[in-house]
Nanobody, 118 residues
Framework: VQLQASGGGLVQAGDSLRLSCAAS????????VGWFRQAPGKERELIAS????????SYADSVKGRFTISRDIAKDMLYLQMNSLKPEDTAVYYC????????????WGHGTLVTVSS
């Protein structure tokens, strides 16, 4: 399975942005997909996840109520709708996947940079 993320950019505080992640190869072998982010000088953190069947969305407290993770099952796509963006949301965002046979995220897309100016 390969993942390709897109949609990052420079926005102002309070703006919205939607990230997309295209899955190719054999995505039907996946158990779950998620979005991670890594801010400068910080560790990579999981901020949102959802099952490959588009069930059980889960969010980190830092984005709950502002970000929405979703799946387009027919198109093998993953999205992250980000609203009310804050400067502290500035980070490189990665989409990642957990195969059904492994209990951790082992498949990663290239990151996409989101910069939120104040």
């Amino acid at each position: 399975v390969q993942l390709q993320a897109s949609g990052g950019g420079l926005v102002q505080a309070g703006d919205s942005l939607r990230l997309s992640c295209a899955a190719s190869g054999r995505p039907y072998t996946l158990y779950a997909v998620g979005w991670f982010r890594q801010a400068p000088g910080k560790e990579r953190e999981l901020i949102a996840s959802i099952s490959w069947s588009a069930r059980n969305p889960s969010y980190a407290d830092s984005v709950k109520g502002r970000f929405t993770i979703s799946r387009d099952i027919a198109k093998d796509m993953l999205y992250l709708q980000m609203n009310s963006l804050k400067p502290e949301d500035t980070a490189v965002y990665y989409c990642a996947a957990r195969p059904s046979s492994i209990n951790r995220y082992t498949i990663w897309g290239h990151g996409t940079l989101v910069t939120v100016s104040s």
